[in-house]
């Protein structure tokens, strides 16, 4: 019998239905993500300058067999990655065959050496490479979590990343990640302030809940080391991200000052090679990938198998999110647990949020794709499939010209 081919790989935005009603109240009028109290790395410039701007929007990637089956991925970077998927990724995919993704995420990767293959090259490689996942597990009927060597486990542990822990406390969650408020910028008084909001914190979960504290890029070395000695009544399971993803001389210093503290990055890393890197420097305890920004299934599940090997877990950002990272956590060897990102308001119940939700303040939720289980009591069973199991109608689906 021949093995089915790659006929053709094409981008698409998605229409969901009209939002019909409004839906459940909110508890308050903000969340937590419009507050004005978040750093960022552009604190540097002043208050005014704290926003990033971004190649944003959600881009579609359809990859179709000879057979007319397809299978869906996603990037979050609009229109730039779209001209990439379509100039450069793929002609080298087409003509290939159905499950031969290592090949042809080596081609990938190889066919964009000569402009760079990280950053928003690496964000379209992913949008290609789950689409190629998507596709090979519908045409076997099967779930891509056991395409991967799962499952490892039938339910996997969610911690909540987001502010408004009263309404995350209601939920049952029992592992919380909250966003830092202040940075460098603000001196001492910013850790004075960091240290009062971990304090009420701690306070409202409990002594044996974990608590961490993300810090997405904003600190230098001597505010983070201050900054840790000072939580550390507080007992936090781990600081992430306190530095640029680039600075691994810092990360060395960090490793050096903080032995006892547990430290966490790698959402921003493009590519396998920068985990490879800190993996052998011993720089990191835990590593947070995102596959949607590391080039895909595929680079993420190359790394896990290096951390694996080291000892070294990893916990994909956002992944509780989406469909990709639910079935990617089910099938790794190392990872205890798994990111679910509040972006909805606080009162808005998971189990409506998502991009089709029929309700304006549920479709606030971050990325996720319809058919996406929410998390229950701090957990998240076996995600659906064949492929991926998205629920998404091939009439949400409109071409970009």
Known sequence: MCASKIVDVKVFELHEPPVSEKGSKPLRDRGWLWAPEQATPMDKFGEGDRAFRRPGGNIWVKAIADDGTFGLGRTDSGHVTSILIKECLAPLIIGQEVGAIDLCNDRMWRGTLSFGNEGLTARAVAGVDLALWDLWGKMLDQPVYRLAGGPQRTEMEVYVTGNDVDWHCQLGFQKFKLARPFGPIDGQAGIDGTVELMAKCRELIGPDA???????????????????????????????????????????????RLPWQTLATGEHWSTRWPGIRAIEERLVDLIQADLLWIGGF????????????????????????????????????????????????????????????????????????????????????????????????????????
Not at 213 to 225: A, G, I, N, Y
Not at 232 to 256: N, T
Not at 366 to 386: D, H, I, Q, S
């Open 210 to 256: 974990d608590l961490m504290l993300d810090c997405w890029m904003t600190f230098d070395v001597d505010f983070s080391v201050r900054l840790c000695e000072a939580l550390r009544p507080y007992r936090m399971r781990w600081m992430e991200e306190m530095l640029m993803p680039h600075d691994f001389s810092g990360h060395r210093a960090l490793r050096q």
């Open 298 to 401: 595929t680079e993420a599940k190359k790394l896990a198998h290096v951390a694996d090997a080291a000892g070294i877990p990893m916990c994909l950002h956002t992944g509780a999110n989406d469909l990709f990272g639910q079935h990617w956590t089910a099938a790794m060897p190392n990872t205890p647990l798994i990111e679910f990102f509040q972006g909805s308001p606080p009162g808005i119940p998971f189990d409506i949020t998502g991009m089709a939700s029929p309700y304006a303040s549920a479709r606030q939720a971050y990325r996720m794709p319809p058919g996406t289980p929410a998390p229950v009591e701090g957990k998240v069973g076996l995600p659906p499939g064949p492929g991926f199991g998205l629920a998404i109608a091939e009439e949400w689906l409109k071409p970009l010209d």
